[in-house]
């Protein structure tokens, strides 16, 4: 790290922010340094969209745009192989990088 020590860089996992926001949300307070606040009552599923979304504490409820939560295009399972081969060296440089595997790609 040629500016910041890796100790002042926290990578949120993008996928567990989107399954479990609060546990995600609880290791943002906890790098850094903050009281914890936010828990699993403060976001509820939203059905319609597939997400979770802030429950409003105060004001009106939090959630993703219109254009999230939209069905994702099927891409076949052999260009799903050709992508995961092409990135994983590159993912694995990432996690060296970063000092955490994400487990990408899945299989």
């Not at 910041?4 to 790098?31: A, C, M, Y």
């Amino acid at each position: 790290y040629q500016y910041f020590p890796r100790e002042q860089i926290h990578v949120v996992n993008g996928d567990r922010l989107i399954k479990t926001p609060w546990r995600e949300i609880s290791k943002i307070e906890q790098f850094l340094g903050l009281e914890a606040k936010v828990t699993q009552e403060n976001f509820y599923f939203n059905t319609t969209k597939g997400f979770h979304c802030l429950r409003p504490g105060q004001g009106s409820e939090r959630c993703l745009a219109k254009s999230k939560g939209r069905p994702h295009v099927n891409v076949s399972k052999q260009s799903v192989t050709l992508l995961r081969r092409f990135y994983m060296p590159h993912n694995l440089r990432f996690y060296n990088l970063v000092g955490k595997d994400f487990g990408w790609p899945e299989d």
